[in-house]
């Protein structure tokens, strides 16, 4: 202590280091048991955060790994709500489409083979009870012209098929021109005119104006081909068909109404699937393989189009093309 220049005396503090150091140490110790604790939280969150990752991937790979050994419509299920549940989400929405492909290319091979055996075994059949008795001529002559109409059948569902699959693989190369709608029409008619006079079924071709559009004539001809031939196929004796064409703003419409037997409800939204047919025998009475509608569909969003039905059982039925 001094008073300017001159020193008065001094103080003395003395404490004991013993009690310093215990604090260091105590202090030391919580830090370590700190550092540790904290280390050991980390090393087992860690483990469930990777848990949390690899737990949806793995049961994404192994969906993937179900549907690459064929069973397709694997499903994934994930219960949370982030990017992995999305990822499931698509995982099976694409899982059901691949699915129900899968369906639909089984069912047509069932159906293809089954279509394509019944001429065969009727033919057979034909054959064999020719090879058998001795058919007198007129008897042989019946059985050759059966045959014949077996074989046309044949022909005409191979043709049918065939175009189908071109179709689908987008081989069928469609040719675009200038087309005389009233001259396609009135050929159409014409065409099936015999066939509608066996049913004395009355066919009227309701307009009759020029109108010129751009299509290809020739499977535009064929889907409505397709149309009047079911319409006539399934009218009864003595009713009439009508059809007729309008442009209606920049669409061409062309339709056939009949006064036929009409379409259930439940069966409309499946008429046009290969191989469907409302009736099966009454469909196998009347050659029909199911397959007619189908290539209508095709053929006509082939051309950017649509293809639409009204029918009421017992009244008849309507379908509509419409074209860009
Ligand atoms: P099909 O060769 O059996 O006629 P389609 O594909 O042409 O095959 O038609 C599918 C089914 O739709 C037919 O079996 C028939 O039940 C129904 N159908 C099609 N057109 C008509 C129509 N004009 N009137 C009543 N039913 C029809």
Known sequence: ?????????????????????????????????????????????????????????????????????????????????????????????????????????????????????????????????????SLAEEEAKEVLGDINQEVDRLNKLVGDLLLLSRIENNKQEIRIQEVSVGELMYQLTHKLEPLARQKAISLKLVSDKELYWAMDGEMIFRAVFNLLDNAIKYSLPNTKIELGYESKGQKLSLWVEDQGIGINESDLKRIFERFYRQDKARSRETGGAGIGLAIVSEIVTLHGGQVTVKSEVGVGSKFNILLP
Not at 47 to 69: C, D, H, S, W
Not at 70 to 97: P, R, T
């Open 1 to 133: 202590i001094a008073s300017g220049q001159q020193p008065l005396g001094a103080v003395f503090i003395a404490a004991d280091m013993n009690i310093m150091i215990a604090q260091v140490t105590s202090l030391r110790d919580r830090l370590i048991l700190f550092g540790a604790s904290t280390g050991l939280l980390i090393f087992v969150l860690s483990i469930f955060i990777a848990r949390y990752i690899t737990r949806p991937v793995n049961k994404l790979t192994q969906g993937v790994q179900e549907m690459t050994a064929g069973n397709y419509g694997a499903q994934v299920n994930i219960d949370s709500k982030d990017e992995f549940a999305a990822l499931a989400f698509a995982f099976n929405e694409m899982s059901n489409k691949i699915a129900a492909e899968d369906q639909i290319r089984r069912q047509f091979v069932a159906n293809a083979s089954h279509e394509l055996k019944s001429p065969l075994a009727s033919m057979k059949a034909l054959v064999e009870a020719s090879l058998n008795g």
